[in-house]
Nanobody, 121 residues
Framework: QVQLVESGGGLVQAGGSLRLSCAASGRIFSISTMGWYRQAPGKERELVAVITRNGTQNYVDSVKGRFTISRDNAKNTVYLQMNSLEPEDTAVYYC???????????????WGQGTQVTVSS
């Protein structure tokens, strides 16, 4: 099937930066939209940013101007550059991807295992 593996999380002070990566592997014919979500303790998972295959991006209002999503289609990888981090950004960050495993498949959504981002004040 398809596996998504995230990396780049960690502990950073407020105002600092982190870059998350998520690489998709396995049976992949094509990938449509890729995105990043996050879930803080006691809260529901929320969308952070998404990017289409042709590069169109959308962000949740709280990260606009601070986070940038990008992707490398040749590497089936999506990135999230996070600048000016705030304690409120502390959460487990998950990537997801809408994948066609075969040319005749419908799109299927796959998730990574999550990576912890902790921002100290």
């Amino acid at each position: 099937q398809v596996q998504l593996v995230e990396s780049g999380g960690g502990l950073v002070q407020a105002g600092g930066s982190l870059r998350l990566s998520c690489a998709a592997s396995g049976r992949i014919f094509s990938i449509s939209t890729m995105g990043w979500y996050r879930q803080a303790p006691g809260k529901e998972r929320e969308l952070v940013a998404v990017i289409t295959r042709n590069g169109t991006q959308n962000y949740v209002d709280s990260v606009k101007g601070r986070f940038t999503i990008s992707r490398d289609n040749a590497k089936n990888t999506v990135y999230l550059q996070m600048n000016s981090l705030e304690p409120e950004d502390t959460a487990v960050y998950y990537c997801n991807a809408d994948v066609k495993p075969r040319y005749y498949s419908n799109l299927q959504t796959f998730w990574g295992q999550g990576t912890q981002v902790t921002v100290s004040s």
